[in-house]
């Protein structure tokens, strides 16, 4: 997709077999675009952009029923699909800066994706909390690693919810005590609680990416034991770590890029 591109004027003569053109009459036979026909212009881009992204995310299926109505292996294969649903629209949303649009349409798909990240979160947070309602968590033991990992990736993305986040986090401060779920998966929970608390974080997993392309760690409660802590839980030390989550990072365009 390109750029829409702004219609350049001429400022001087153009020369033909000799014989100049007035600058008033080269103007007339350039196009020139309203602004109705630029916000058009830039919302069929965003259009175009979009039934891409959804056309993509309908191809996601599972013949596994919701949770709770079906056998382990079911089971397995549904948390499975709820991770991928949630990864999907986060994804879209970090291949944004690479896509080939200007800064308007740019802007109005992120806020789709937004809305959209939104909307999936609260469907996945709903169907594993009616299975946490009437089943124990899914931990690796019974289920499996990967099934571990989706429940606790959807609690994590849970911020619309944060009395669910809470409860779970308790739930995981036991099962981590007897090795049922991973320590990793508690420590980046309580952080995220943490935070949405308005508290320190205990181990520097939450933070947000700046203009400029690096990450930000939001506040952190001792932060000459970070490293010490961040071991204990299974996380590598915060200089191996940071660089990782830059890659994630995209400087913001300048107004001159487009």
């Not at 036979?29 to 952009?49: F, L, R, S």
């Not at 200007?102 to 937004?114: K, N, Y």
Request: aromatic share 6%; proline share 6%.
């Amino acid at each position: 997709m390109r750029r829409m591109l702004a219609v350049a004027t001429l400022s001087g003569l153009l020369v033909a077999g000799g014989c100049s053109t007035p600058p008033e009459a080269a103007q007339q036979d350039e196009p020139h675009q309203t602004g109705a026909e630029e916000v058009q212009q830039d919302q069929e881009a965003v259009d175009a952009v979009w039934a891409t992204f959804e056309e993509e995310f309908n191809q996601i299926r599972t013949d596994a029923p919701p949770l709770g109505e079906g056998d382990d292996e079911q089971t397995i294969d549904r948390l499975q699909y709820l991770m991928v649903r949630d990864q999907f629209w986060r994804e879209k949303l970090h291949q944004l800066a690479k896509l080939d649009v200007d800064t308007v349409e740019r802007q109005a798909l992120m806020e789709r994706l937004a809305e959209r990240m939104h909307d999936v979160d609260a469907e996945n947070t709903a169907e594993l909390q009616d299975y946490l309602d009437d089943h124990p968590w899914p931990c690796k033991q019974q289920l499996g690693e990967q099934a571990d990992q989706a429940a606790w990736m959807i609690v994590q993305h849970a911020d619309h919810d944060p009395g669910f986040q809470t409860e779970v986090l308790e739930m995981l401060e036991e099962l981590v005590d007897e090795e049922r779920t991973a320590p990793e998966r508690y420590a980046m929970l309580y952080d995220r609680v943490a935070v949405a608390e308005d508290r320190p974080q205990r181990y520097g997993s939450q933070g947000q990416c700046k203009p400029d392309g690096t990450w930000e760690m939001f506040e952190v409660e001792d932060p000459e034991g970070l490293d010490e802590r961040r071991t204990r839980k299974g996380l590598e030390p915060m200089e191996l770590h940071r660089p990782v989550v830059e890659e994630l990072c995209e400087p913001e365009p300048s107004a001159g890029d487009d």
